[in-house]
């Protein structure tokens, strides 16, 4: 007889070396189970060899379970092919989330917020840079467009070399240049040294490459799967805080002075702050970054380690993300929504100032408030996703309120009542900004498990592209026709996006992979070393395994 008792207790104490276990690869049509007969205080327990359709683990009848017994290693069956994904996750793995996983999604979230400020500390106060350097509106609203234009063809390099030198490389890598371009403009306090501050926010703008495709990747890699959606919007959150703090900060370090000197004077007070923050920032992801967690979070990712192995051809991968028509979808809706985005907080400035003359202040605040707003609906809309795994019903429900939103406030702008801007423009940023962790997410779904980096970057290449095109579009627009007709352009666009929205299934590849999985108790992760030679089995082995 099996003493079941004694040996759950046994596998939940200590690691079991693998030299005990006998895997198997050989299979039937129907699972075939016999217990030793013998029977001593070290309980033994044989499995036939042949197993059922899916694989599981075979103990050899001359090894005991007792964890006092070792085997030689040539009782180890060596498999003579390729086998299932599956059994190279089960026979080996632990699924356990580390503590780190918190610290590395903050000092993330801290970097992206700090080059995510340096992409809007221009749009925010535009009127005042036109001054102080002498050149025209559309000069100034490329120090935001540069962002979008060097993301995409730097795109594929960057999510390469996510693929080959991994998260903390990257990482180190974006922080560096959000750094190096932080410090550059100080040299451009000037009026006639505006190249100088185009190229830091150019070097910022590489940066940017660096961090935008980083959210998904990080909450795969260090999360749960019930944590995923929740830790990819906390990771997205930073970015949506960088926006917000960009356009109040701004408005209030840089006043609308005609004194060039004093102008100068503030104008370096703000850059000094950025470059001071970008250094710290930069050290924290040298002392917290890990490329990856001990153990993997989920079964998911233990599942695509082992699926990574044998595929891990870059072209071939982007060639199958292309012939998935729901995430081709996907790329275009997303990138409709994210662009909007994009035009209306560069643009947001010059609409406000058009209709309250002097109100530099109000319009950081009227764009604080889109990106509050939307930070919340993010993180809302992630732990709901966590909850309900309602990805496509979601994301659908959301861009319909997104373009709603974007009515209501084009044709509340012009009724000359700020408090009104304020709530409009909110509700507008609740659903719009709340949207993009949602894309992120979606796609991974989509196409697991291909690499969480490429899928995030095609994305954003996307919204990159529409970005450049709304921005440029809709600023011309309202020079000429006015703010309201800028604005229904964006309707129009996010009206198509929500019909292509419709269009896209509901093939959630990873909640799949996690559903097919064995039972296993998920622990934190404590953080001691371990010897290198022992490996762990699942804390709580399911009855389907025998």
Not at 276 to 285: K, N
Not at 317 to 345: D, H, P
Not at 410 to 439: D, E, K, R
């Amino acid at each position: 007889m099996v003493n079941e008792s004694l040996n759950q207790e046994e596998s939940n104490d200590r690691p079991v070396p693998e030299s005990e276990f006998q895997a198997d690869t050989s299979y039937s049509t129907q699972p075939s189970v016999s217990i030793h007969p013998s029977v001593s205080g070290h309980p033994s327990v044989s499995i036939h060899p042949s197993v059922s359709g899916h694989p599981s683990v075979s103990i050899d009848p001359s090894v005991s379970v007792h964890p006092s017994s070792s085997a030689h290693p040539s009782t180890l069956a060596q498999p003579s092919g390729l086998t299932h994904p599956n059994e190279l996750v089960k026979e080996d793995s632990v699924i356990k989330v580390s503590k780190r996983r918190w610290a590395v999604v903050l000092v993330f979230s801290c970097y992206s917020l700090c080059n995510a400020f340096q992409w809007i500390q221009y749009g925010s106060i535009n009127n005042i840079f036109m001054n102080f350097y002498g050149v025209s509106a559309f000069a100034i609203d490329w120090l935001s467009t540069c962002y979008m234009l060097t993301y995409i063809p730097l795109l594929l390099p960057v999510a390469w070399m996510l693929e080959k030198f991994g998260l903390r490389t990257i990482a180190i890598t974006g922080s560096a240049l959000n750094c190096l371009g932080a410090w550059v403009k100080l040299g451009s306090l000037e009026p006639h040294l505006f190249p100088v501050t185009m190229v830091g926010q150019v070097i910022c703008s590489v940066a940017q490459v660096f961090i935008l495709g980083m959210p998904s990747r990080i909450a795969s890699v260090w999360f749960g799967a019930n944590e995923v959606s929740t830790a990819c919007s906390m990771a997205v959150f930073g970015n949506q805080l960088g926006i917000a703090i960009g356009f109040l900060v701004p408005p209030v370090l840089v006043p609308n002075i005609k004194d060039q000197e004093k102008l100068a004077y503030h104008i370096s007070i703000m850059f000094y702050i950025i470059g001071g923050v970008a250094t710290l920032l930069f050290i924290l992801v040298i002392i917290v970054f890990k490329e990856k967690p001990k153990y993997p979070p989920s079964r998911a990712q233990s599942l695509s380690y082992a699926l990574a192995t044998t595929d891990a051809s870059y072209l071939s991968s982007i060639v199958r993300l292309f012939k998935n028509l729901n995430f081709v979808l996907l790329v275009i809706t997303y990138g409709l929504n994210a662009g909007a985005f994009y035009a209306l907080s560069t643009l947001l400035n010059r609409m406000v100032i058009m209709h309250f003359p002097g109100q530099e202040v109000n319009a950081g605040r009227i764009g604080l408030t889109i990106v509050i707003a939307g930070m919340f609906g993010a993180m809302i809309s992630g732990i709901w996703l966590d909850k309900s795994k309602t990805y496509k019903e979601t994301t659908l429900v959301v861009y319909i309120m997104t373009l709603v939103g974007m009515v209501v406030y084009t044709f509340t702008l012009n009724l000359n009542h700020l408090w009104i801007v304020f709530i409009t423009a909110g509700s507008l940023g609740f659903f719009m900004t709340g949207y993009l962790p949602l894309g992120f997410e979606f796609a991974v779904e989509l196409t697991y498990p291909e690499s969480e980096g490429v899928s995030s970057g095609l994305l954003n290449v996307s919204a990159q592209v529409f970005g450049i095109i709304f921005t440029i579009s809709q600023g011309q627009i309202i020079d000429n026709y006015g703010s309201v007709p800028g604005n229904i352009f964006l309707c129009v666009f996010l009206a198509l996006g929500s019909a292509l929205t419709a269009f896209i299934k509901s093939d959630l590849r990873r909640q799949r992979a996690n559903k097919d999985a064995p039972e296993t108790k998920v622990q934190e992760e404590e953080e001691e070393e371990e010897e290198s030679n022992t490996s762990k089995v699942p804390t709580v082995l399911s009855e389907a395994h025998l």
